[in-house]
């Protein structure tokens, strides 16, 4: 079943062609930590983008592997582009830009990004 996400403000939005998550990540890297994050992985083509790319800019830190996605008119970070480790380009969904999503409901991992 999919389900669709966006920016605080609604200029970027997109939907993803997946299972609603019950599990999400939260990281302790210095940039999950700032910004709150629950994040879900997916595949790179079960991400579509239905609004707003001109809306959206990158920023990168550290290893510079993941180009996390903000709106350039209200600040939100809804997702980020990376790959797997065997290479498989995928999406970071941050679930706390979908609104349909329970995020009370959901099971939450522990990542100890800072360590890496």
Do not use: W
């Amino acid at each position: 079943m999919p389900y669709e996400g966006s920016c605080h403000c609604g200029a970027v939005a997109f939907t993803v062609d997946a299972p609603v998550p019950t599990e999400a990540n939260s990281c302790n890297c210095s940039h999950c930590r700032r910004k709150g994050f629950l994040l879900s992985f997916v595949p790179e083509d079960a991400f579509r983008l239905t609004q707003g790319g001109d809306n959206l800019q990158s920023y990168r830190f550290h290893s510079n592997r993941i180009e996390h996605m903000f709106c350039t008119a209200c600040g939100t970070q809804p997702f980020a582009r990376g790959a797997l480790p065997d290479g498989t380009p995928t999406r970071a969904i941050n679930l706390r830009c979908v609104p349909s999503i329970d995020l009370d409901g959901l099971q939450i991992r522990r990542v100890d990004g800072a360590s890496y």
